[in-house]
């Protein structure tokens, strides 16, 4: 049974046709409320038409619903859930993603213990319990850019030294300060969301928790691991549609204009085109495919503007998606 003295954590799930996935998600977080911590929670809908929002209002009554009008994006739809809570902490959960036992209680038990860290996240696994290193990523930097733009981020995965942004072959697997969590799964004090002002609503969809990120520590703060908080990708690894890779890249233009200083800013936006250059070319020569590289690459011209010029550069993908379920601006290879 809950104290009355016990943390709220306000639960935010941006849902954008999520009904499939919504009932194991608000199902496990209604199962880790406990005697020192009680989750409240909100579940902000992008304009949903697969029946999301008549599922919440029938089955979960406990949960507060909000109606952003629209597809909203990630960013904008993570601050309206955030304000209609009350609680110490805000909690951003993905919708097709359900909490693992005990790993609330130790998120807030360690942010309680320890809280200069300010940005907590936890360790995600699949459907067969292997990890999935979408929970926290390296900066993007120019040395991680040109090991992107020369292609030995692909030729060496996972390296430490050709592949930084994926910090290597650590299974999430211990207390680490990170560059980047993801909003799959963060973890943020009241005060700590409040001061630095939540997602920057400039971006639409990736790339806004990285941002986060960058701004917390930039005031001081140390994003932190948790691994005893764990959480389950139900539906396995992250999606990469072509479609939705020319917003993926968006999002890390935008991080660029948006906090990087003018020489570097260049220097990075030439690096990630080139980078997309190269696999495209080699996909067209190879013949192996490569929609992905060869849509981002005929798009260039409008993500490397970044947002809100990219909105409409693939309106299949506005239309389709909502809440990152894939790294925002990190692990790009």
Known sequence: MTSPSATTVTVVVVSYN?????????????????????PEIVVVDNASSDGSVDLVRRDYPEARLVLAGGNVGFARAANLGAAAGAGDFVLLLNPDAVLLPGALDALVSFALAHPRHGLYGGRVVGPDGANDPSSCWGDMTLRSLTWFATGLSTAFPRSRVFDPESLGPWQRDSVREVPVITGCLLLVRRDVWQTLGGMDETYWLYGEDADLSVRARTRGYRPVIVPGAEIRHTKGGSSSGSSKMPLVMAGRATLLRRRWNRPARALGLTLLTLGVGLRATLARLSGAGGADWTTVWHTRSAWRRGYPAALGLAPTAVAETSAPSEPAAGGLR
């Open 18 to 38: 999520s009904a499939a996935d919504l009932p194991a998600c608000l199902d496990s977080v209604l199962a880790a409320g406990s005697a020192t911590v009680r």
